[in-house]
């Protein structure tokens, strides 16, 4: 999907939680595309400091957010579209509901123009797509481990430290070939192998607060 249009659901997202001061901040394919990475996203994710009950009761007094009716109390999801006669132009918006540190960028949508919206900081998003690499097959979660170390390789070598060993491990074990990045931020290889020795490989079924846990550190 068009980056531009992605912007405009991002846009909308942050008005309707800044409306309310909430605190909340996107992650994701589509964090990453806006830093600079090329890389193409389908949705939009975020952390926001809410209970999902919270968050259904203020994007559904939003009239271009639709609920996407699903039992996980640990996240809820809309489509947003902004004219219901293009029903294939909708954007898939996830929100995962926690605490969490962010900034905020501006971004330019195709309809609702230049304008802010939050994000997590880059060692933030960084975790995040490491327990994504951790917990399921998907290649363009390693494209973005590898772009984020890329571009901000003293942000990780100085952080290194904070990463979560066994999500390294699962890691290294499901995509043998970012065992080279992790050498280059400073992880401790043998370390992180052993604590993701036992571990089952990637799966597509989502873990209730997975998400959250990797992007915190929990």
């Known amino acids: 999907m068009r980056k531009d249009r992605l912007s405009d ?3 909308a997202l942050h008005r309707a ?8 901040g996107i992650f994701g394919g589509y964090a990453v595309s806006i830093l600079g990475g090329p890389r193409d996203s389908k949705d939009v994710d975020c952390i ?14 939003q009239p271009q957010f639709t609920l996407v009716p699903q039992t996980r109390t640990d996240y809820v999801a ?3 579209n902004d004219d219901p006669r293009f029903a294939g132009d909708h954007v898939f918006v996830e929100v995962f509901t926690e605490k969490f540190p962010g900034k905020l960028l501006f971004v330019t949508g195709s309809k609702l123009g230049k304008h802010q919206i ?23 979660d390693t494209v973005d481990l590898r772009w984020l170390e890329g571009n901000f390789p003293n942000v990780f070598q100085q952080n290194a430290n ?4 066994e ?7 499901n995509y043998p070939e970012l065992e080279l990045l992790f050498r280059r931020i400073g992880v401790d290889i043998e370390a992180a192998k052993a604590k993701g020795a036992n571990t ?4 597509s079924t989502p873990q209730h607060g997975g998400v959250q846990r990797g992007i915190l550190g929990a």
């Open 118 to 140: 939050a994000i997590l900081y880059p060692f933030t998003i960084f975790k995040g797509k490491l327990r994504a690499t951790a917990t399921r097959s998907k290649f363009s």
């Open 48 to 61: 926001a400091a809410l209970s999902k009950e919270q968050v259904v009761s203020i994007l559904s007094r």
């Open 17 to 24: 939680f800044t409306a309310e001061n909430v605190k909340y």
């Open 167 to 173: 999500d390294v491990g699962k890691s290294i074990k």
């Open 9 to 11: 659901a991002a846009i």
């Open 200 to 203: 089952k490989t990637a799966s």
């Open 162 to 165: 904070q990463l979560n060993l």
């Open 78 to 80: 809309f489509f947003w």
